[in-house]
């Protein structure tokens, strides 16, 4: 039995003898988080259901990257669930080691989740993994399915040539739209990584079961502001070196 970390998926046993070729993993008895978010309808995940969901789909992508892993292939129908929402990030049939991941040419992922550069077939990093879960949180927010309206390939282009995203619910706190937005950046360099999404989601979580009324009133944007301004005032550095440490 193989364990990819506490939030991934463990491959038991493979059967490649013709003619039964399967795989053994473990069993996940609540099926995909597509499957689960149908099921609730749009826009009912709770705030702290959708945070512990993230936190613990963030934490599985954030060791496969400690072990220099991408997924490539994030999404929903890639992340299963347990009778008591304990998460596993799934099917790693197109990850790679990311020193030999290479270009996207000819490369088959599912466009809706997929970053604008892997569209285009550019080389590529382990920021395509982080541009997938803004895709994924955007969906624990609403429960839709992102660019519906839209075949994928149509989706391909307006992401890839319109810088489109789905649009961010009104009923977000913006405190997540916020997180959203970095994560789906277009330039990959302005995308957190994974230890810095954790760190961002478990002072949520702590704070939301501390304070219910936390999102209504908190502003990642003016709390970064007034952390550069002391920055600058307490040390004198200059405001892109203050920037540059206070990114989330």
């Known amino acids: 039995m193989r364990q990819l970390g506490t939030h991934c998926f463990v491959f038991v046993a493979a059967c490649k003898k013709p003619p039964v070729f399967c795989i053994i993993t473990e069993y996940m008895s609540g099926g995909s988080l597509r499957k689960y978010l149908h099921k609730q309808g749009p826009n009912s995940l709770p705030l702290k259901t959708v945070l512990k969901i993230a936190l613990d789909i963030a934490r599985g992508m954030n060791y496969l990257?400690?072990?220099?892993?991408?997924?490539?292939?994030?999404?929903?129908?890639?992340?299963?669930?347990?009778?008591?929402?304990?998460?596993?990030?799934?099917?790693?049939?197109?990850?790679?080691?990311?020193?030999?991941?290479?270009?996207?040419?000819?490369?088959?992922?599912?466009?809706?989740?997929?970053?604008?550069?892997?569209?285009?077939?550019?080389?590529?990093?382990?920021?395509?993994?982080?541009?997938?879960?803004?895709?994924?949180?955007?969906?624990?927010?609403?429960g839709l399915v992102p660019f519906n309206g839209l075949t994928p390939e149509q989706a391909a282009f307006a992401v890839a040539q319109k810088n489109a995203r789905p649009p961010m619910p009104t009923s977000c706190p913006m405190a997540v739209s916020h997180l959203i937005d970095q994560c789906w950046a277009s330039n990959p360099l302005k995308r957190p990584d994974f230890d810095q999404i954790v760190s961002l989601l478990e002072s949520y979580k702590k704070s939301l079961e501390e304070d219910p009324a936390f999102f209504l009133s908190y502003n990642p944007v003016a709390v970064q502001e007034k952390s550069l301004k002391r920055c600058f005032a307490l040390f004198g550095v200059s405001h892109r070196n203050c920037a540059s440490s206070n990114k989330a």
């Not at 292939?73 to 347990?82: A, M, Q, R, W, Y």
């Not at 550019?122 to 624990?140: A, M, P, Q, R």
């Open 65 to 142: 990257h400690s072990q220099g892993i991408l997924h490539r292939d994030l999404k929903s129908e890639n992340i299963l669930l347990g009778d008591d929402l304990s998460v596993k990030v799934a099917d790693f049939g197109i990850s790679c080691v990311e020193s030999e991941c290479g270009s996207a040419k000819g490369f088959a992922s599912t466009y809706r989740w997929m970053a604008p550069e892997m569209i285009k077939e550019k080389s590529h990093t382990k920021k395509v993994d982080v541009y997938s879960f803004g895709i994924v949180l955007w969906e624990l927010l609403t």
